[in-house]
């Protein structure tokens, strides 16, 4: 398999969450630490992006935004810009529940005929768990200059393919964004 970097988007204001929402805990550990944990079989080439240096206790390559306030087009934009792979694994930091075998089949189901990969399942598309291509950078590029940023439209922009899952395998894909849903995952798992 050809050498995939993974990173992770700690980026964020975090306001309803009320801190850092990749440091916050479940299970006794920082939600970057399951992530990391998830993806560390795939790859240990993991770049954290992130303009704080509350992450620096994890010995990961740390990159900042190249372009500021650019929500997770920037982060994706500055990851892509940074890796040394043309595959990479781009990941949110709120997705604590994530495991290696549905990273691993995100990167078998990808294909070089797509530039991104994406998962979705019955409720929505989740573009912060893909496979982008260092190819995207210009549509990247153009976006931030031009403040577009949703990332739905950026999926429009590049020649994509979405893989669908059902039942079980789609509860890893939950976001963990307030303190009310921090308190249902804990109830839960």
Avoid: W
């Amino acid at each position: 398999m050809e050498k995939v970097t993974v990173s992770i988007l700690c980026g964020g204001k975090s306001s309803r969450m009320q801190s850092e929402k990749g440091l916050v805990l479940f299970q006794g550990k920082a939600f970057i630490e399951h992530i990391i944990e998830a993806a560390l079989p795939i790859s240990n080439e993991i770049q954290l992006v992130t303009n704080t240096s509350d992450y620096d206790y994890l010995s990961y390559t740390k990159i900042k935004d190249i372009e500021l306030d650019k929500g997770p087009i920037g982060g994706i934009y500055s990851a892509l810009v940074h890796s040394q792979s043309e595959i990479n694994l781009i990941l949110s930091c709120d997705i604590p529940l994530i495991s290696t075998a549905i990273l691993s089949e995100l990167i078998t189901k990808h294909t070089t005929d797509f530039e991104v990969s994406v998962f979705s399942d019955a409720n929505k598309i989740h573009p912060l768990i893909g496979i982008y291509s260092k190819k995207i950078i210009p549509v990247l590029k153009k976006a931030i200059d031009e403040n577009d940023l949703k990332m739905m439209r950026l999926l429009d922009k590049v020649n994509h393919q979405i893989i669908e899952v059902a039942g079980e395998k789609s509860k890893q894909f939950r976001n963990v964004n307030s303190l009310a849903e921090l308190n249902e995952l804990n109830i839960k798992y």
